[in-house]
T-cell receptor, first 115, second 109 residues
Framework: DTEVTQTPKHLVMGMTNKKSLKCEQH?????MYWYKQKAKKPPELMFV???????INESVPSRFSPECPNSSLLNLHLHALQPEDSALYLC??????????????FGEGSWLTVV | RKEVEQDPGPFNVPEGATVAFNCTYS??????FFWYRQDCRKEPKLLMS???SGNEDGRFTAQLNRASQYISLLIRDSKLSDSATYLC??????????FGGGTRVLVKP
């Protein structure tokens, strides 16, 4: 079982709604990530937090707003999404920065449908 | 050209057979390499890291060829449960992994 927990597992939201995806890890990891994955495609990096600070934003539209309240929690706030934003949203964590041999561990993901 | 390229497959493999597939990467500064496995509608899970000297984990063997910039994965004695998409992952500088598009493997009885 994954040690990265994501909620909710499924979310359906309208284009005018505001919702949030939540992620929690208790492995003492200090880097956390949001990825987006569409069907039959690899995961695409959205954001990286390192020591609770945003270190990478892959030019993600502002309708996606990440937040890292502490070293164990990562949120993704959603507002005014489009149907094409429907996807699997994966949270991941890793030990500090990705040094040699370190890699990331994914949560089970949140399936998002925008209607 | 994509940074990390994989044959999408599917590789149709008889149960008990051996299958191998490669992944090529374009960034010569890539430092670390991994294979992940992803089942349908599930999250990617780390299968194994890939070390310079090659490494084995049970029925799985990974190799790295830095000169030709590719890594490989070999699965021996394939099981039905090995059916999945195998993602090649490379890391260059920074806190960022680059994923290949995945190779789909179907093991059939």
């Amino acid at each position: 079982d994954t040690e990265v927990t994501q909620t909710p597992k499924h979310l359906v939201m309208g284009m005018t709604n505001k919702k949030s995806l939540k992620c929690e890890q208790h492995m003492g990891h200090r880097a956390m990530y949001w990825y987006k994955q569409k069907a039959k495609k690899p995961p695409e990096l959205m954001f990286v937090y390192s020591y609770e600070k945003l270190s990478i934003n892959e030019s993600v539209p502002s309708r996606f707003s990440p937040e890292c309240p502490n070293s164990s929690l990562l949120n993704l706030h959603l507002h005014a999404l489009q149907p094409e934003d429907s996807a699997l949203y994966l949270c991941a964590s890793s030990q500090k920065d990705l040094g040699t041999g370190n890699t990331i561990y994914f949560g089970e993901g949140s399936w998002l449908t925008v209607v | 050209r994509k940074e990390v390229e994989q044959d999408p497959g599917p590789f149709n493999v008889p149960e008990g057979a051996t299958v191998a597939f490669n992944c090529t990467y374009s960034n010569s500064a890539s430092q670390s390499f991994f294979w992940y496995r992803q089942d349908c509608r599930k999250e990617p899970k780390l299968l194994m890291s890939v070390y310079s000297s090659g490494n084995e984990d049970g029925r799985f063997t990974a190799q790295l060829n830095r000169a030709s910039q590719y890594i490989s994965l070999l699965i021996r004695d394939s099981k039905l449960s090995d059916s999945a998409t195998y993602l090649c992952v490379c890391k260059a500088a920074g806190n960022k992994l680059t994923f290949g598009g995945g190779t789909r493997v179907l093991v059939k009885p």
